[in-house]
């Protein structure tokens, strides 16, 4: 049977038999999450390979569904006949068999750890294709090394340390599926979930443990929890379907990434979502540049019929709409018309963000995922995103600590919180009310139980001695132990920062007056700036990105000199910058309190 697992059956030889039997060109990075997921859930019979990838053939590759069933025969058989490469590993080749026979876990030669390290590490669609075929390169069998040159062996330590580094810098990234339109979608995917004792360990620690997943179809989530308790990682779960019971059926997208910079302009980058109508306009285009003159009339009637069928499923799936809404959907992230022509890697990583939510919105999947959206969104994009979303006829979880958003968008509060899921219906102010409500009286019967059972001690201890009343205290003793006692109450921990107090400086602290903030002749931000700043100034600058309000901060920090004007900083005042690329500044090699130490080492470690 197909063997399961990457070990023993490398992810590149599985897309090859995707892409022999297949053929739809374009399609490449779905063939590398179809191979993972082949790889991962072994199918034993062509209808068992069709209900796994079933949706990715009918819907993303217009195949029917009989046609579907027989390539996924067809895999099967390919699967089956290629067998393993001796060169590479110590094992069995796969045979066909009287009785269906599952192959397990096949010890392969220890020197190629780092190869099936590098399969293992192959989260669904890393963009792999030049890793596999440059690793595929790459790689040698054990059996030829002996014969290999000093100099081949130099260069291939080479080579495969510059594979480990590609799997070590693979397993830090966490992509999910990719952002995919499917069409036809039936009512039966319009479904809730419901999921009980959900476990999740990472690490040897529990993030979950027996929880209940509910989730309603088109209703609108926010999972809120302390920083670091496992937020994203229930997301990335989800998204890949690796809780237990979740419907594999279902499509689940979750923005968590960039795109990553290239030569697709940014509508390309949304459009290509909706695989099904790139292949119906290729395939179109095809059909209309056939010389017909070449061709004898039944071939031109075949091919009149094939363009009208073609013409009819784009009609069917809407494709005259897509570059419409994509452009809406992008204009609403603040993109302009001229930026839909513009190439991705034009853009900063804020705005491939934009690019990257704007191709989940596109795809509109069953479930939607959002970890922190309006990370990088100006004030016009956020409340746009919010319409948008309360508009959305799907279920949508978000993960937000935008107070204001939630309360804008969210339906029902998810809260982790000691391991479990606790629901709570209405936005995130209805949430604290609730929830504090809820503790308040817990607390109050976690005191009367309190007394109670203090009460109940007292006299087991008064009487305990007391031949007439042992009957009495045994009967209190049984009641003590019959008792559920009310679960303690716990909170999330708070974490308080204490400033200390800055001395006091006299007036003016920071002033810029009629000034010209830019870089340059013909690069003016803004002119005619006055600002000024004493010891209880709190202002916030807001305006679109790009509009030049990190120029304005730069200016202020004396870090660029204004144009025009004047500017003027009392010589006691000490500024602090926080600023959105402030990580960059950072070693990443140190802990949190060692990065303390380096920039303020006068202090103990239990200081910082």
Known sequence: QLLNSAAKMKISEVIDVLTTVIDRKGLEH??????????????????????????FITDGMIYSKEEGIELCGKLIQMFLAKGLRDDLRNSVVPK???YSVCIGDV?????????????????????YDKYTSDSNSMLISWGEENELSLRDKETQKKKLEAIEKQIESMRKQKKSPPCVVIHGREASYKMDVHINNVSIIVGGKALLDRATLKLTFGR????IGRNGIGKTTLLNHIARKEVDG????LHVLHVEQEIEPEEKTVIEHVLECDTQRTQLLDERQNLLSVDESKMKKRQKVENAEKLEAVEAKLVEIEAHEAEYKAAKILGGLGFTQEDLTRKSKEFSGGWRMRISLAKALFSNPDILLLDEPTNHLDLDAVMWLEDYIQGLDITVVIVSHAREFLNNVAEEIIHFFDDKLEYYKGNYDQFEKTRTELLKQQKKQVETQTK???????????FRYNAKRASLVQSRIKSLKRMELIDEIMEDPTCVFIFPEPELISPPLLRLTEATIGYGSGKEIADDVTIDINMESRYAIVGPNGAGKTTLLKTLTGELEQMDGEYYINQRVRIGLFTQHHVDSLDLRLSAVEQMMENFGTFNTEDY
């Open 30 to 55: 779905f063939y590398q999450y179809l191979a993972d997921m082949l790889l991962e859930e072994p199918p034993l019979t062509a209808e068992d390979c069709f209900e796994l990838i079933g949706d």
């Open 96 to 98: 066909y068999l009287k």
């Open 107 to 127: 010890s392969d030669h220890i020197e190629y750890d780092v190869i099936d390290d590098a399969s293992k590490a192959l989260d669904p669609l890393l963009d």
């Open 220 to 223: 609108k989530y926010g999972l």
């Open 246 to 249: 979740f419907p594999t059926h």
């Open 452 to 462: 109670h059972v203090e009460h109940i001690q007292k006299f087991i201890d008064k």
